[in-house]
């Protein structure tokens, strides 16, 4: 047993701040949270935290580690002036290039850093068009080697090969949710990667692929992971082909469930709301991401049950998120305040629980001990009232000082348990070889 002594214990959703609290964790879970536990459990290891702020992980809701080696890059990219095109010139280049060695220093360095800025979970959707099988267990690999939990699925489309290139997603989609069944079962492993049903976008799924991916719901019991409406052409493209908003025709399909999580939404309808809404599923957004791709602002955010906040490949730092999401919320003239935006970073919590089938999110006993721990001297008080604003306007990645992940230190007092340097030397030279194999592209 582990208790970590004298911290100020922070929860979002409600907000509350307590201090001088002592965590008990036993295995993976919090088993109590008070004063002075040490008494209650005189054997118990004890760390002391000395005032830091301790609360419940924080989860990036939707990230793409495929690119992790796209930062700075030096490959011929073509003249880029609207999103599709950053598409074709870019991203649909460098995820055909991936190799397996490429994709897992890419995983691994994205997990690594996700954890240094305080991330517990990220749920990852991921596209490697000449590495299809096989290609979820090398991004879990990353997850458990960095010690991370999450989730990840395939991108399923049909934008390289047709029906064959989207059955191939599908067998991925549906071979890795069995892995974890089986993982699950035999307890040989830890428990800290999930499965999703993956998919690109309805613009670049044929009714065929719908089914296809239906079936894999149906047969695993997942949830699917998609791109909806990120660009005014998705939303036209479903008009023109199918006569419907892109939502409607994904409802008709049976493809959603409570565990579903649509990332963008930027142009979805209110009846594609509604839709969402019926199903108990959760929207991602993507604020930084809409506003580097120019593809405008999602309106609608107070109208949906369940939003939560993603990077979509821009890093996982979410206390930026949060702060970017803020701003250009009210850059655009919306109503809501840094509490719903609080709500939101909480509500990456809600789809763990959906999916990993245990209490995440909360200080309190029989929750999972995935903790975010701060380093935080405010000027002003730390209350429950103006938590938000203290995420809002101060509180950054600079601020984590550890990190907790099932109950295990991945991440103390700065420094990961392992050496570093050695991986990113190796991602340094994979990049290289990436970029180079994306020149050679037609």
Known sequence: MLILRNATAVQFEPARVDEGVDIAIDGTAI???????????PAATVKEMQGRLVMPGIVCAHNHFYS?????????????????????????????????????????????????????SVIDHH????????????????????????????????????????RRGVEEN????????????????????????????????????????????????????????????DVSHSHHHYGVDPMVRLARAGLLNEKSLIAHGLFLSAQDVAVINEFDACLVHNARSNMNNQVGYNPRLAEYRHVALGTDGIGADMFEEL?????????????????????????GNLLLERNFGAPFGALAAGYQADLTICDYHSPTPLCAE?????????????????????GNLVYENRCFPFDVEEIYFHARQAAEKLWQRMDNLA
């Open 323 to 347: 702060k970017f999401a803020c701003f250009k919320h009210r850059d655009a003239g919306g109503t809501l305040w840094p509490d719903s935006f609080l709500r939101f970073l909480h509500n």
């Open 31 to 41: 088993v109590a949270v008070g004063k002075n536990l040490t008494a209650r459990y």
């Open 68 to 120: 992790g080696l796209a930062r700075g890059i030096l490959a011929r990219i073509d003249p880029c002036p609207d999103f599709i095109s950053t598409l074709k010139n870019l991203w649909w280049k460098l995820d055909r290039a991936l190799d397996e060695e490429s994709l897992y220093y890419s995983g691994l360095v994205c997990s690594l850093e996700a954890i240094k800025q305080g991330c517990t």
């Open 386 to 406: 103006n938590l938000a604003g203290h995420l809002a306007f101060a509180l950054n990645s600079a601020s984590v000082h550890s990190v907790m992940v099932a």
């Open 174 to 233: 549906i071979r890795f949710a069995h892995r974890i069944d089986l993982d699950k079962k035999s307890g040989k492993t830890p428990y800290l990667v999930e499965a999703h049903i993956g998919a690109h976008a309805p613009f670049t799924l044929s009714d065929a692929g719908l089914e296809l991916l239906s079936d894999a719901i149906q047969s695993t019991g997942r949830g699917l992971h998609i791109h909806v409406a990120e660009d005014r052409y």
């Open 127 to 166: 596209a490697s068009p000449s590495l299809i099988g096989g290609s979820l267990d090398i991004l879990r690999r990353g997850f458990l080697t960095a010690g991370l939990r999450g989730m990840t699925c395939y991108e399923t489309t049909d934008r390289n090969g047709g029906l064959d290139e989207l």
